[in-house]
């Protein structure tokens, strides 16, 4: 089936990839052209630089691709393209260009949703690793449990009911002056910090496997004003290090919960909070606990890039699910809806 390039530009990253397909994922380039120093002074993406810094780069990034990979236009089979969900300025730049690329190549379209294209980094990773199992995407943006039926059949066990993890790492790390990405700056705070010294809130819901971080979220926050109204000092590292307790403890029992309310025998990790020590290590042994096999795509496929997408626009090229050039970008979409 030879290769497929691949674009992601969903949020605050222009990526593109050469993978090859045959006999397994091959990975032939993963270009990241990282908007990070660009935000950094807003402590958050700003939607409209994010658009306009994707148009300034995609074109270089598609050429380093194609160059990193040793291969030309005529080597690829099928352009794979994240159309949701995202920032929809910056999903229009990947999705525009792609069209125009498969137009002009004469090659299928591959329409990709990026919480599944985070899931299908585990194939790239681990091989071995088969539907049916139950994946966590915890990321900036998303939080969803998805129960993988098939390849491209899923089902949404939880979800988040206010904020993403990712989202709550970025804001706890502003607030305690660590810098953006809060997820990088928190876990390295914390290893300096006690995780247990402080009890931040753990939502549970009676009814469901959902998850909710704004209370844990403001939780911090109200102690912060409280220490800085007394004038005393604050302990940086401790916060830091009991906060990722508090988060990565739900998310890792829920995820278990989830996969022995549906009966698989595999879990796995995926999307940028994925990345994070704690909560690949607690999932690790709560899944041996439970007897459970675990799965974790490498640090560099847990964060946005380009490479997860080709891995699950292959699965839709293989079935010929093809997107036409009347293909839109949406900011939301729920997971096997296109
Ligand atoms: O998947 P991703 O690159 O983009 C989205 O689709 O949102 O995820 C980015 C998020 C950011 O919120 C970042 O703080 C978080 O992933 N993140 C981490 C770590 N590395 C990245 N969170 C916790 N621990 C980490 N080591
Ligand atoms: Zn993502």
Redesign the pocket.
Known sequence: MGHILAIES??D?TACAVVGCEGGFTVKSNVIASQIQLHQIFGGVVPEIASRKHIESISFVVEQALDEAGVDFGDISAIAVTYAPGLVGSLLVGVNYAKALAFALKKPLLAVH?IEA?IAANYVSSPGLAPPFVCLVA????CTVAHVRDWAKFSVLAKTRDD?P??A??KIARVLGLGY????A??ESAKKGDSNAFAFPRVHFEDSFDFSFSGVKTSVINMLHNLKQKNEEIPVSDIAASFQQAVCGVLAERLIECALSVGVKNIALA???A???LLRQMTKSMAEANSLGFYCPEPVL???NAVMVAARGYFDLEARKTAGYDLNAAATRDLGDF
């Open positions: 969903s949020c990253e990026h985070h990321s900036g943006g998303h993403a990712g989202e790492f970025d990405p809060g997820g990088p928190i876990q999307g940028g909070v990345s994070n020590a847990c964060t946005d």
